[in-house]
């Protein structure tokens, strides 16, 4: 009895239900979805589908996790990924040339150089949050919401407000292409994944994170550069969405400044939320955000198989953050525990053991 | 006294030179900026704008911040544009929009203060609450075509040699409510007593839970009204309409000198905002040759500017206090 308990205490308990419960739908209300079978070499249907697509917003929501957990947020990530998609594409661009009549793609800038000055950008973009945020004191949903707005400004003036559509076959493979018959896009997001779990798991990191999430005067006090914490997490998520913006950018091979990323921010806050992460900060979990980003992509990729009006789905997710954020409600939690059967159990708990 | 006084008006002095510099490059680059015509187009262009601001700034004073308001303004005026097509009464439309408003902003107003959630993830679900019912009713563009909204965004009030349309006037109605509401009014102390210090303001024994509630109910009913008068500057329905308006809003508030800590506001600080934002966007179209997002990104680096401003004036004020 007490293992059962400790098992549904475990934070990622009810993400990983939740992902069960939607492939539980969709075993009996969705045929052929789990059906998987080896094209071209490489693993091809819906779950494969739902890896690779959910791959950006996995790497989000590592590095919401981490923002979430200092008590912030950050919703700049859409227009990070619409940035790094257009200096991507820009810089690796390319043409289409035929040389004897065969087609030949070519590139402006070697690619290694183009990644890596993207993820620079990302980065300092990065950067540029926690600057304000950590160093300024500015709350952190304003300050990101800046980079928000005028991001895609930035974007547009990058891609000229064109659609820049990249002819440079080697590029799609990050978001596109396989390896040992899996998507390659999840082996970047396990990359990430395990550096970051070895940074706060190895190092004193993640409990730092913690603890300014928990109490940022009290962790000033015992030493702990919250600032430099602050800066660090928010630096993370900028990478991460820069990451996010390659793969995004080579899949659909172009950019689009208007579009890249739109409304994703909601599903990266969506997957920390479900993940089971306070969102007042402190106690986190990333793995259980990598559950809860899979369910929703999960969830998206059901309400098209099942022909649900997409548009619907912007309106669920908002209801379901709202859900969630009212069952971590201290206030809403005491409103049904009056009436409920558990504060009844609680008393005659409390009387047997007096 | 005389120094306190001059020390808390100081952020909208810079900001009101600001415009004037604005308004003074302008006259003297491009022929035709000056002009009292010219002025009015401020006004018209930016009516909505100074509407949300208003209510925006009401709800930065309280501490709390909004952005869902340029998702609401967008689901207004595609659900006005619906109800229309279907040949719905104008002014009952009208009125049914400032109760949609009004309910969005007291339903996140509830769970603000009742379930203590914090007001950017309340407002932030919100947001995209209102921008996903767009698309419920409709993806495309429907455009407005009532008699009563066209001859409404038609009809001119001369003044002068030149003109202003009704939303202005609308929105100078806001204007001088929200300015009487908030400095002469028993509701607009509360609000300042609770950005000042929301605890003291309990202790008090002042109704903080029912005020902020009112709060952003009032903000919901001004992005409603704003999305009544964007509809008729726009004649359609849209759902990506608006988008960053939120940070038009609270960047009008904050240049106007409204601090985003709370306590601190004014609404004819807000209209200075609102204007140096216009003076922005009509010297980029004078320009001609500079794409129409650089108005975001000036925008943006204003309010970073501003903020900046502010900060170093509350360092200073804190400098000085410790002393003692």
Redesign the interface.
Same mark, same amino acid.
């Given at each position: 009895m007490k293992d059962i308990k400790n098992i549904t205490k475990n934070q990622i308990f009810w993400p990983i239900t939740a992902l069960l419960l939607v492939l539980l739908f969709n075993l009996f209300f969705t045929p052929g979805f789990f059906k998987v079978e080896v094209k071209d070499g490489h693993l091809f249907g819906s779950i494969i589908d739902i890896i690779n697509r959910g791959s950006p917003l996995m790497l989000l929501s590592i590095g919401m996790t981490l923002v979430i957990a200092t008590g912030g947020t950050d919703i700049s990530v859409g227009s990070v990924i619409a940035i790094s998609a257009a200096v991507a594409a820009s810089l690796v661009g390319g043409e289409m040339i035929f040389v004897e009549g065969v087609q030949e793609y070519v590139t402006l800038v070697p690619m290694p150089i183009a990644i890596l000055a993207t993820l620079v950008v990302a980065v300092l973009l990065g950067l540029w949050n926690g600057t304000l945020i950590a160093k300024l004191g500015i709350q952190p949903i304003i300050a990101t919401m800046i980079l928000m707005v005028a991001g895609r400004g930035i974007a547009q003036l990058i891609t000229a407000g064109q659609i820049i559509t990249i002819y440079y076959k080697p590029y799609f493979f990050f978001g596109g292409g396989y390896l040992l018959g899996l998507p390659f896009a999840i082996f970047i997001v396990g990359i990430v994944l395990l550096i970051i779990m070895l940074l706060i798991k190895k190092t004193a990191l993640g409990l730092f994170i913690q603890a300014s999430g928990c109490n940022a005067s009290a962790s000033k006090y015992t030493g702990i550069y919250v600032d430099r914490i602050k800066l660090i997490v928010y630096t993370l998520s900028g990478l991460c969405a820069g990451i996010a913006g390659v793969l995004i950018s080579s899949n659909i091979k172009s950019a689009d400044a208007n579009n890249a990323g739109l409304f994703i921010e909601l599903d990266a806050i969506l997957a920390v939320a479900m993940g089971g992460n306070s969102m007042t900060g402190g106690k986190f979990s990333i793995p259980a955000s990598i559950v809860g980003a899979l369910v929703i992509q999960s969830i998206t990729t059901t309400i098209y198989s099942i022909g649900v009006p997409p548009e619907i789905t912007l309106v669920v997710k908002a209801v379901v953050v709202i859900m969630i954020c009212l069952l971590q409600s201290e206030e809403f939690r005491k409103l049904f525990a009056n009436t409920s059967w558990l504060q009844r159990r609680n008393t005659l708990e409390n009387k047997i053991s007096n | 006294m005389k120094t306190k006084f001059q020390t808390k008006f100081i952020p909208i002095f810079i900001t009101f030179l600001l415009l004037m510099g604005l308004l003074a490059f302008g006259s003297l680059k491009y022929t035709g900026f000056f002009s009292l015509q010219n002025f009015f187009n401020l006004l018209i262009d930016n009516a909505f704008l100074l509407i949300t601001a208003v209510g925006m700034t009401f709800v930065l004073i309280t501490g709390g911040?909004d952005?869902s308001i340029g998702a609401v303004i967008a689901l207004v005026c595609m659900l006005s544009a619906n109800l229309l097509q279907k040949g719905w009464n104008a002014f009952v439309v009208m009125v049914l929009m400032l109760v949609v408003g009004a309910v969005f902003g007291t339903g996140m107003g509830i769970?603000i203060t +009742? &379930? +203590?959630?914090?007001p &950017?993830?309340?407002t #932030? $679900?919100?947001m &995209? #609450?209102a /921008?996903? !019912?767009c698309?419920?009713v409709s993806?495309d563009t429907i455009i407005i075509d009532n008699p009563v909204y066209v001859a409404i965004s038609q009809s001119r009030i001369n003044i002068g040699t030149g003109f202003v349309s009704w939303s202005v006037v609308i929105a100078l109605i806001v204007l001088a409510a929200a300015f009487y509401v908030l400095h002469f009014s028993k509701f607009g102390r509360r609000i300042y007593a609770i950005g000042g210090n929301e605890q003291s303001a309990r202790l008090m024994g002042l109704p903080v839970d029912q005020t902020k509630i009112l709060v952003y109910t009032l903000n919901g009913c001004c992005s409603a009204l704003a999305g009544i008068v964007f509809s008729f500057y726009m004649l359609s329905g849209y759902g990506l309409h608006t988008v960053?308006l939120?940070?038009d809003a609270?960047a009008a508030a904050v240049i106007g000198g409204t601090l #985003?800590t709370g306590g601190v506001g004014y609404v004819l600080g807000t209209l200075l905002g609102v204007l140096t934002q216009g003076s922005i966007q009509t010297l980029i179209m004078f320009e001609g040759t500079l794409?129409s997002?650089?108005t +975001?990104?000036a925008? $943006? $680096?204003l !309010?970073?500017l501003f903020? #900046?401003i502010q /900060?170093v004036f509350t360092l200073v004020k804190t400098k000085k206090a410790k002393p003692i």
């Open positions: - | 911040i952005i769970f +009742k &379930f +203590k959630m914090q &950017f993830i309340v #932030l $679900a919100g &995209f #609450l /921008r996903g !019912l698309y419920v993806i960053g939120e940070m609270i #985003l794409s997002w650089w +975001k990104i925008v $943006a $680096a !309010l970073c903020i #900046l /900060r």
